[in-house]
């Protein structure tokens, strides 16, 4: 079947033939008129004739094309209306289909739209799940480490205080932290800190109350209370503290820290909602 846009627009233009052969119709009725009109001594001349004969002919033209427009557009017409019943036909086939009347319409939206708002909520769901995935895979990606600058400038700060007695202890098992120790143990090494007889990073793990996320600078806990302060604490922290490599300018205190060392403990990254 045509396209019922095609049929509309050429509906519509035999709809204007057949007003233009209307007007051609009153045209030729004039002419035809005149003549009636004159005396009849007038109306026999040769000019008259012609006119009258001319008219005529305009008349029956007019009527036959307006015949015409009239039965195409009549044509274009029955074609739309049966474009029309097809296409409601159709849609009620497609209905039924569904299980859609015009009595339980309402119920049959209501229905679907439950669907739509349950696929809505599983479809945020799983987005929620993916988001939280792509959110572990980011941290577990994400591998701390001392730039060079830092290292440097601690490094720098550390020196004077060469000998001073240290460890450095990562939480256990955990390779990320490990690695980022080993950072802090390179600068305590370059600043010529006594790492004891078995230099290396220690594994551990944080108890008493002491575990802890990022870096911790740890003292004994009795040597502390009692006073005995190593000199290279206050700068130490300071330098971490501009770098905002630790939390606050603070030194923690624990029995299991030897006496005389300055234990640096780096423990699991922070959430990232911690950051």
Not at 40 to 55: F, S, Y
Not at 75 to 86: V, W
Request: proline letters at 3%.
């Amino acid at each position: 079947m045509a396209d019922i846009n095609a049929l509309s627009s050429d509906a519509t233009w035999w709809a204007a033939a057949d007003n233009w052969a209307l007007g051609i119709v009153a045209v030729g009725v004039v002419l035809e008129g005149i003549a009636e009109w004159l005396p009849k001594e007038r109306r026999e001349t040769r000019v008259m004739l012609a006119l009258t004969r001319t008219g005529w002919l305009i008349l029956v033209l007019a009527l036959a094309g307006e015949w015409i427009a009239q039965h195409r557009k009549d044509a274009d017409d029955a074609m739309i209306i049966a474009f029309l019943n097809d296409g409601t036909a159709r849609a009620m086939n497609l209905a039924a289909s569904l299980g859609v009347t015009v009595d339980n319409l309402k119920s049959v939206v209501a229905k679907k739209t439950a669907e739509a708002d349950a696929s809505i909520q599983a479809l945020t769901a799983a987005a929620s799940a993916a988001e939280t995935k792509v959110t572990s895979l980011q941290e577990r990606q994400m591998q701390r480490h001392l730039t060079s600058d830092q290292m440097q400038e601690l490094t720098e700060v550390l020196t004077p205080f060469a000998r001073q007695k240290a460890r450095v202890t990562c939480v256990m098992n955990d390779g990320e932290a490990c690695t980022y120790a080993n950072d802090f143990f390179t600068v305590l090494m370059s600043a010529n800190w006594d790492l004891g007889d078995k230099p290396g990073v220690t594994q551990g793990v944080f108890a008493g109350g002491t575990a802890t996320t990022n870096v911790q600078i740890t003292l004994n806990q009795e040597a502390a209370q009692a006073g005995n302060i190593p000199p290279a604490i206050a700068p130490f922290l300071n330098a971490l503290l501009k770098w905002n490599l630790i939390d606050t300018r603070t030194a923690f205190i624990n029995p299991g820290t030897a006496a005389g060392t300055i234990e640096v403990r780096v423990g699991p990254r922070a959430p990232l909602s911690q950051r």
